[in-house]
């Protein structure tokens, strides 16, 4: 899964070199495509700050996607708001251009040797995070037959009565003399 990372990509060299606290704004609104994409279009404000070790990322951003549903396996739209709070961290010192390390205890992402900021990855992250486990088109969805395919929310099963698991038989059994 990718997103296109030259819509995210920001050059904070000029922001870097201002006080803490100083910040830029961004306004995301961009159509995705290829074929490893997890959503159509983003969209929303992108806040970058200046910290004491690097950048803060604030953003919330509005994502489009198709899911497949887990059910039925039919497409339909999810409509998401990621709410982004990250800290990216210089890997190359501003001055002297020496490459440095990562502060202690930070997960955060890094700023190139270019002083680029991608946030894609990021993105990524987040759309993964939000995105159900097993998407369901609907909570009612009535899935697919296991035995002819047929998409049950659009037509009967022409099958017939599903047969029985064999591993079920004697306990089907039972059930078939108390109803009788």
């Known amino acids: 899964m990718a997103v296109d990372s030259l819509i995210m990509q920001y050059n904070v060299a000029q922001l870097l070199e201002e006080p803490i606290g100083s910040s830029r704004s961004y306004q995301l609104d ?4 290829g074929v490893e994409r997890v959503a159509d279009r983003l969209c929303g404000p992108v806040r970058l700050s200046k910290t004491q070790e690097g950048v803060l990322v604030d953003a ?3 994502v489009d996607a198709v899911l497949t549903c887990g059910r039925c396996l039919g497409e339909y739209p999810l409509n998401l708001t990621l709410d982004i709070e990250e800290e990216f961290f210089l890997m190359v010192d501003l001055d002297t251009g020496h490459r440095m390390s990562a502060p202690v205890d930070s997960e955060g992402a890094q700023i190139d040797e270019a002083f680029t900021l991608d946030l894609s990855e990021v993105v990524r992250q987040y759309i993964i995070t939000d995105t159900p486990m097993k998407p369901l088109c609907r909570a ?3 899935g697919l037959c296991q035995n002819c395919g047929a998409n049950l929310n659009l037509q009967e099963c022409q099958c017939g009565k599903p047969a029985i698991d064999p591993r079920w038989g004697d306990l089907a059994g039972l059930l078939l003399q108390e109803q009788n």
């Open 140 to 142: 009612e969805c009535s």
């Open 60 to 62: 919330q951003l509005d």
């Open 30 to 33: 961009e159509t995705l495509s």
